[in-house]
């Protein structure tokens, strides 16, 4: 009798600690572009690090001269907490006035304008509005965000924890093939050229690649999704998203089944809880999603180990 209880015991712990409640709990970092103004969110015992922004002219003011005083200041107050730091290049931006790549970029004919508007959709209920991405698909661009992030890597490598490339959405006001020269496949071969590029230029820092949408595809028609996700895995790259959104329809016909299949093949995944992300309401209850929601879905479907959260996430504050 009490062999049968001892092994039925044993059996019932097998299975809790195989259930997906008993995996590990993510890690959490704040998402900020203003690391100086959150350090008592930096201090909390429950937070590991930092996500901070900087974007691409901040990092490079005049052609080839690069000041990367923002990071190590940025760099100052998470080593001497213990913290880490991840920075993410940023050359997308979502106001109409927003235009932060190099001068060189929009004035030089070389870049064909540096800049390509785009749609921004920013949270639930929110309304459509116009932003900017970096025209990657141009050689020329793209091989100064390539020197950048050699620069980057040269200065930093092994010092941030990581470095996170922007997301792939991109929702282009311009026709397809038109005079700024882009097409799908151009942004999609940009997208994967810079993974390789920021791969190769960082050996001890985590290189991370956001992905959730493709222009011009859905639900992997082009096989886009299938390839990123592929090479991330290949390369040892690891993957994220600005938006961890419990079950929402356009993710899950998108990037997040990849998360979910490939979540033991990448060597990491750090997605964000950005503002917008925090507009978005649970279906099932009416009210806004709950930590321990946006923590279970990220955890069980996901198997995301990093979570960077918009410091306006309430439980920060204590709500």
């Known amino acids: 009798m009490r062999a049968r209880i001892a092994l039925a015991l044993l059996c019932w712990l097998g299975i809790l600690a195989a259930s997906p409640a008993a995996a590990d709990e993510p890690r959490n970092f704040i998402y900020t572009g203003e690391l100086a103004e959150n350090v008592d969110l930096l201090d909390r015992s429950d937070i590991e690090g930092a996500q901070v922004i900087y974007p691409w002219r901040m990092l490079e003011p005049e052609k080839g001269e690069y000041d990367f005083s923002a990071i190590e200041a940025d760099l100052a107050l998470t080593d001497v907490r213990g913290k880490q730091l991840f920075a993410q290049i940023q050359d997308r931006f979502f106001l109409p006035t927003a235009r932060n790549v190099p001068q060189y970029l929009l004035d030089d004919p070389e870049y064909g304008g540096g800049l390509a508007r785009q749609y921004d959709n920013p949270g639930e209920g929110e309304p459509v509005g116009q932003g900017w991405t970096t025209m990657q698909w141009n050689p020329a661009v793209r091989a100064r965000f390539q020197a950048l992030l050699a620069a980057l890597a040269e200065r930093f490598d092994g010092r941030l924890y990581g470095v996170n490339l922007p997301e792939s959405s991109f929702d282009p006001l311009a026709e397809e093939g038109g005079e700024d020269g882009f097409t799908c496949d151009a942004y999609f071969d940009a997208t994967l050229d810079n ?125």
């Open 195 to 319: 993974m390789r590029a920021a791969r190769a230029a960082f050996q001890d820092t985590h290189v991370v690649q956001y992905i959730n949408f493709w222009p011009c595809e859905w639900k992997n028609d082009h096989r886009f999704m299938e390839r990123a996700f592929a090479l991330a895995a290949e390369q040892g790259i690891g993957v994220g998203g600005p938006d961890i959104v419990p079950h929402k329809r356009a993710q899950m016909k998108n990037s997040y089944p990849f998360f979910n299949r490939l979540r033991d093949d990448l060597p990491l995944i750090a997605m964000a809880i950005q503002e917008p992300t925090l507009t978005y309401t649970n279906p099932e209850t009416g009210e806004k999603f709950t930590r321990a929601e946006f923590v279970a879905f990220a955890r069980d479907y996901l198997g995301v180990d990093i979570i960077f959260w918009s410091v306006e996430a309430p439980w920060l504050a204590g709500g």
